[in-house]
């Protein structure tokens, strides 16, 4: 089974090391910066073998060269966008697989944030690594892609098990929930979850990640009925304040 391990990073990024201990392998999950990766891979004496990126944006692959640099580790990245990814050594697309260890994961096509947008879903774990498409009680700007191409994307993720841990890359949930409160009123499992939401992060905790069981009872943008929907909701979000 994978430990994954939450890094905090810049002002509400979240990035992932996933280590398999028989193998001692570890992977690093849209790293935007280096040095807080590489320090805490040293302390828990875990050697970095691989980069896995879900996407272009500066806050996800910023870290590449530099980690690659101090340990060698090779990069994979979605097809579409290599040639926007630093260091990339091999390009995926839904149907390819990556292993960490003994872990096997596959790759799913998510596009809508990006229009290359990838995910790394990992079954025998139980452990998603979505990047900006899905995130608690949220999903992505849709800056690339379409509100039809969010929506499949969406689908394809809430097809998994509902006990599948969500890692996404940022801490957005309470201001997710805020929004989502205005879209769904009367969900009263989406009302819950929002209370425990803001004392969770009252007491500075992590809201990440998230279940997929969760995420279909409660986030807004999963549950839109067609993509019409969605892009409403989207739309309504981008000017939510």
């Known amino acids: 089974m994978l430990d994954v391990v939450r890094i905090p990073v810049l ?23 280096a040095a807080p990766v590489l320090a805490e891979a040293d302390a828990r ?34 097809v579409g966008e290599q040639a926007k990814i630093t260091a990339i050594d091999r390009a995926v697309r839904e149907g390819d697989t990556v292993r960490i260890g003994a872990s096997e994961g596959r790759v799913i096509d998510v596009p809508g944030h990006t229009a290359g947008h ?5 079954p025998e774990d139980g452990v998603l690594f979505c990047g900006d498409t899905l995130f608690a009680m949220g999903c992505g700007r849709l800056f690339e892609g379409t509100a039809d191409e969010m929506f499949d994307s969406l689908g394809k993720l809430m097809a998994l098990p509902d006990d599948t841990r969500v890692y996404c890359a940022h801490e957005y ?5 805020r929004f989502a409160l205005t879209a769904e009123p009367g969900n009263a499992a989406l009302a819950a979850r929002q209370a425990d939401v803001v ?7 992590a809201t990440v990640p998230s279940t997929i069981g969760l995420e279909r009872a409660t986030n807004p943008f999963a549950r ?7 892009a409403a909701r989207r739309l309504a979000k981008d000017n939510f304040r």
């Open 199 to 205: 004392a969770m992060r009252k007491r500075g905790e």
């Open 173 to 177: 949930t309470e201001s997710n929930g």
């Open 224 to 230: 839109a009925a067609d993509a019409a929907e969605l």
């Open 45 to 78: 004496g875990w050697r970095i073998t691989q980069i896995l990126n879900t996407h272009w944006h500066p806050d996800h692959v910023g870290g590449n060269a530099e980690i690659k640099a101090a340990t060698g580790c090779r990069i994979t990245g979605p």
């Open 11 to 33: 002002s509400d990024n979240y990035v992932w090391l996933a280590h398999d201990a028989a193998s001692g392998e570890t992977a690093v999950i849209d790293p935007a910066v």
């Open 118 to 122: 990838i995910a790394f879903s990992f």
